[in-house]
């Protein structure tokens, strides 16, 4: 698709977690600003999702320097904020191509940056990916959180006794390489239900890729299976993957 591609995150119906949402910016909205109109702007009313951002916040402006993206928000984004908002702010902005910062700031005056990074994890009942934030910043603890499972039981990761059995990092090529035990249960999780096992998959790249300024590609493997169950997965195998292309798309995404 010609535009750019970026991650608009808001919150489901509850306000637990993050959604992110993948969208395409082309023609007069392809730039930062018009990526920080569609946070505050909001999801698609019939979606069922929420806005993070409190009520009267914009923005006063927004710049993109290379590798750092900086961002200054009106005083209402420090009104009763959401606890979910600033990591919903920094990480869609974070989705801009190329962003390996943002600097995030209220009426001129810097604030803390956000800590860790964010897992994403299957949530079934509702067809959609979840993300969760974790404290974790490197490659190797954050997939150590993630393997770790959801903490809402609701939400779908690998199975519990899936561990990994190589790690393998290239900062610079940005590639991460990871072998993983093939149990049992991964194998019938994926072939009672193939279409869940690749949703799942693709939560976990981009768990690996989705605001790390040293990872962008994940090579996964299970023991050299080129297949999890029926063949639904197999592309997700054994080839380098960037950030999935749509982690959802708001058009599929029912409210009910």
Known sequence: ????????????????????????????????????????????????????????????????????????????????????????????????????????????????????????????????????????????DVLAQYLLGPSDPRLIGVPADVNVLQFESSPGSGLIKLNFRYTDSLRKMATDDGDAMRRVLEGLIATLTVGSPQTHFAYLDFEGHATLGLGQCANLLRTVQPIPEVLNDERLIDAS
């Open 1 to 140: 698709l010609a535009g750019t591609d970026v991650v608009v995150f808001y919150g489901d119906a509850d306000g637990d977690h993050l959604v992110p949402i993948s969208r395409n910016l082309s023609g007069d909205e392809e730039n930062v600003a018009a990526l920080a109109a569609a946070l505050l702007s909001g999801p698609a009313t019939d979606t069922g999702l929420i806005d993070l951002m409190p009520p009267g916040t914009t923005v006063r402006s927004v710049s993109h320097d290379e590798t750092v993206l900086a961002i200054d928000l009106s005083a209402e984004f420090l009104e009763d904020p959401h606890p979910l908002a600033r990591y919903a702010l920094v990480q869609t902005m974070a989705s801009w191509p190329e962003v390996e910062e943002v600097r995030l700031c209220v009426e001129g005056t810097e604030l803390d940056r956000v800590p860790g990074r964010l897992l994403f994890f299957y949530d079934a009942a509702r067809n959609m990916l979840v993300a969760e934030p974790t404290p974790a910043t490197t490659g190797r």
